[in-house]
T-cell receptor, first 113, second 114 residues
Framework: GDSVTQMEGPVTLSEEAFLTINCTYTATGYPSLFWYVQYPGEGLQLLLKATKADDKGSNKGFEATYRKETTSFHLEKGSVQVSDSAVYFCALSELDTGNQFYFGTGTSLTVIP | DTAVSQTPKYLVTQMGNDKSIKCEQNLGHDTMYWYKQDSKKFLKIMFSYNNKELIINETVPNRFSPKSPDKAHLNLHINSLELGDSAVYFC?????????????FGPGTRLTVL
């Protein structure tokens, strides 16, 4: 079945450091891939998405590239800020599973000044 | 203009009580979900409704029952609450097709069972 695996947290970085959060997936068909962010006390918000192989999603300085050959969708940001402190979820969905979403376990990021 | 709203935001109750959480979306979506998020932030899907029909029912105790009066609303009723039901419950919605449409989440309801 479909699944998403993302790196364990928590991750603690200093401001302006480079961020990578790894995400790999297993899917039977051709999924769409997403990164969601959850700020403290809030619901999940879409951060970026990619719908086909080699697509790059980007938003707020974050980027992720849909790599079919490695079944990966790693999240990156060149210079993190304190305001990026949140929990990040990788997710996939595909038509074959009735648009059911599969979420990773979440990675908590804390950025310190 | 709140896209997905939930009430109440906080719910504190005693074991054994029955409670409901309401969810409404004004996005015109045809699919709505309920998720449970535990203290470790793990998200578990509980139910999905598409055009008022249940299409996913994961291994959730039958004390939990979703009710959808129309496609803009999906309420969650919980009977005989237990300590282990304490969690944050999120409602979400999406357009059923195409699959690349993201899910939109509500702000969550923090349920505490004493």
């Amino acid at each position: 079945g479909d699944s998403v695996t993302q790196m364990e947290g928590p991750v603690t970085l200093s401001e302006e450091a480079f961020l990578t959060i790894n995400c790999t997936y297993t899917a039977t068909g051709y999924p769409s891939l997403f990164w969601y962010v959850q700020y403290p006390g809030e619901g999940l918000q879409l951060l970026l998405k990619a719908t086909k192989a080699d697509d790059k999603g980007s938003n707020k300085g974050f980027e992720a590239t849909y790599r079919k050959e490695t079944t990966s969708f790693h999240l990156e940001k060149g210079s993190v800020q304190v305001s990026d402190s949140a929990v990040y979820f990788c997710a996939l969905s595909e038509l074959d599973t009735g648009n059911q979403f599969y979420f990773g376990t979440g990675t908590s990021l804390t950025v310190i000044p | 203009d709140t896209a997905v709203s939930q009430t109440p935001k906080y719910l504190v109750t005693q074991m054994g009580n029955d409670k409901s959480i309401k969810c409404e979306q004004n996005l015109g979506h045809d699919t709505m979900y309920w998720y449970k998020q535990d203290s470790k932030k793990f998200l578990k899907i509980m139910f999905s409704y598409n055009n008022k029909e249940l299409i996913i029912n994961e291994t959730v105790p039958n004390r939990f029952s979703p009710k959808s009066p129309d496609k803009a609303h999906l309420n969650l009723h919980i009977n005989s609450l237990e300590l282990g039901d304490s969690a944050v419950y999120f409602c979400a919605s999406t357009q059923g097709n195409p699959p690349w449409n993201e899910q939109f989440f509500g702000p969550g309801t923090r349920l505490t069972v004493l």
